[in-house]
Nanobody
Framework: QVQLVESGGGLVQTGDSLRLSCAAS????????MGWLRQAPGKERHFVAS????????YYADPVKGRFTISRDSATNTVYLQMNSLKPEDTAVYYC?????????????????WGQGTQVTVSS
């Protein structure tokens, strides 16, 4: 059974940092691009960041450029999202997802595997 398990969310203040982790089990994703997406209450799920299988290319949504960094460790089958200078508008449930292919997908419909999500709340 394929599982993606996110961790690292929490309640922080504006300007703080958090590091989200996504651990994969059941199969390796060494040939798959991975991504982070988020969903705020009452809103659609939106793309945040993606990374290729080798980690040599990344892509970010405009609202997080310069503040968030996606990375991966193929040895441990883990993907990370370092979030700095957090803002209240970053408040959302953050999901880790795996693309079937190795390209930088931005639409939720391009991702085949999903984690259960981790809540990030940024207070003002």
């Amino acid at each position: 059974q394929v599982q993606l398990v996110e961790s690292g969310g929490g309640l922080v203040q504006t300007g703080d940092s958090l590091r989200l982790s996504c651990a994969a089990s059941g199969r390796t994703f060494t040939s798959n691009a991975m991504g982070w997406l988020r969903q705020a209450p009452g809103k659609e799920r939106h793309f945040v960041a993606s990374i290729t299988s080798r980690g040599d290319r990344t892509y970010y949504a405009d609202p997080v450029k310069g503040r968030f960094t996606i990375s991966r460790d193929s040895a441990t089958n883990t993907v990370y999202l370092q979030m700095n200078s957090l803002k209240p508008e970053d408040t959302a449930v953050y999901y880790c997802a795996a693309n079937i292919f190795d390209y930088l997908a931005t639409s939720p419909y391009e991702y085949a595997y999903w984690g259960q999500g981790t809540q990030v709340t940024v207070s003002s």
